[in-house]
């Protein structure tokens, strides 16, 4: 072998021993790098029919529903251009509002406040409706205001704006499962989810015979008639029975409405057929405690009561799902409960049905919206004390709070409300 072919054999080897080694320490680049890479988060399942947390709605088209203009509809489609999804009649949509400066807010630039709105058309739409009443300040009180959120509603958001929404909820809805007579009771804006309910009845279950008892003072207050009316005209086994307590001296009996009084358990006496029936009622505090026992005391299963009022109620049923009523393990005995922010000091004896019915009836005042554990607005940091549930609440409590509105007190209890 002469030098120079070795000298060539050498100068190979060296050559594929570099390529090798430059090869070797790329790849080891490459598996660092791609290593520091942030690893992608793993998708979170959202239940069917809802989405988590808040997402933005842009309210599409306003209408007034009364002849006083007193209740304005907002149809209300998602910001993102995604699902709709759907919802069982009677439930409700929590809105996170940002009121602007001068609105009865405290702080200088306004600040956000929870409420809950029922929907009042049927579900399966290419929007959600609700329909909000204005709050008037009561009569004779100049020291109370009107509502907040009713008044931001109808003076400040028109089509176009944006409102923050969580998905549909609540426990009061229509069972699509009992095949059997329903029996809808609206007083006022009470309507709201007996409109959802009826509409996907007389829809998905046209041979189910639907009541609805609608209360209201005169023509004026009056919301759906023009619907109301066309849908009872379609539907035979629809029967629609709308109460005036003081009709106008321009209401006509037969046409604008069919019975003078009240909704009434007499009312119901007289004008349903026998037989069994599922019965859903929402109204005023006044037509919840009086309507609601007079229904048990009739006989009418506990089973077969739904209710939910609007504003505070002390409605108290036994065995029934939609009762605020006291955690079976309450305190028996009379405890303090301190409202640190109020600087007040109460004593808990039982009387109400849970702590939000007991701050408001001694005059401290609290958030809230859905009054059944679902929205979270009364949610409050516990700062002493024990407080229990009747049942688990739909939102998701965090460590250290409570729900006033589903939750009483198992101790001594300090809450920095």
């Not at 997402?55 to 489609?77: G, H, K, M, N, W």
């Not at 009992?178 to 006022?188: F, M, Q, W």
């Not at 859903?280 to 009086?290: D, H, K, Q, R, T």
């Not at 250290?400 to 209890?413: N, Q, R």
């Amino acid at each position: 072998m002469t030098v120079g072919l070795l000298f060539t054999y050498i100068a190979g080897a060296v050559l594929i021993q570099l390529v090798a080694g430059l090869a070797l320490a790329l790849w080891r680049r490459t598996r660092e790098v791609r290593s520091s890479d942030p690893v992608p988060e793993p998708t979170v399942a959202v239940p069917a029919g809802a989405w988590p947390g808040w997402r933005d709605f842009r309210v599409v088209r306003r209408a007034f529903e009364d002849p006083l203009r007193t209740i304005c509809s907002f149809y209300l489609q998602p910001v993102d251009g995604g699902a709709l999804p759907s919802y069982k009649p009677g439930q409700f949509l929590t809105f996170q509002l940002n009121l602007p400066a001068g609105s009865g807010a405290t702080e200088p630039a306004g600040r956000a406040i929870t409420r809950c709105y029922s929907l009042s058309d049927r579900p399966g739409l290419d929007s959600y409706r609700i329909s909000v009443k204005r709050a008037a300040a009561p009569a004779g009180r100049t020291d109370c205001p009107p509502g907040l959120s009713s008044s931001h509603l109808h003076d400040h958001v028109h089509e176009g704006d944006v409102l923050r929404v969580k998905a549909p909820g609540g426990h009061f809805h229509l069972d699509a499962d009992s095949p059997g007579p329903v029996v809808l009771i609206g007083g006022g804006i009470g309507i709201t989810p007996m409109m959802s309910m009826l509409r996907w009845c007389l829809d998905e279950q046209p041979e189910r015979v639907v009541h609805l008892f609608y209360g209201v003072r005169h023509r004026g207050e009056q919301a759906y008639k023009d619907q109301l009316d066309a849908l009872a005209a379609r539907h035979e086994r629809f029967h629609l029975h709308v109460v005036y307590s003081r009709p106008a001296p321009d209401d006509v009996p037969g046409r604008d409405y069919q019975h003078t009084g009240h909704v009434d358990i007499d009312l119901l006496r007289r004008t349903l057929p026998h037989g069994r029936h599922q019965f859903y009622v929402c109204g005023s505090p006044a037509l919840m405690e009086s309507l609601v026992p007079a229904l048990a005391e009739w006989g009418v299963p506990t089973a077969d009561i739904h209710f939910e009022a609007f504003g505070p109620s002390s409605v108290r049923l036994a065995g029934s799902a939609g009762a605020a009523t006291v955690a079976a393990d309450a305190a028996e005995a009379p405890v303090e409960v301190h409202f640190r922010c109020a600087g007040r000091t109460l004593t808990w004896d039982g009387q109400d049905g849970n702590l939000l019915d007991f701050a408001e009836r001694h005059g401290v005042e609290v958030d809230s919206g859905c009054r059944s554990g679902g929205c979270g607005a009364c949610e409050t940091k516990m700062l002493s004390g024990t407080v229990r549930y009747a049942g688990k609440p739909d939102h998701d409590v965090a460590a250290g709070h409570c729900l006033l509105c589903v939750g009483a007190p198992t101790s001594a209890l300090e809450l920095e409300a």
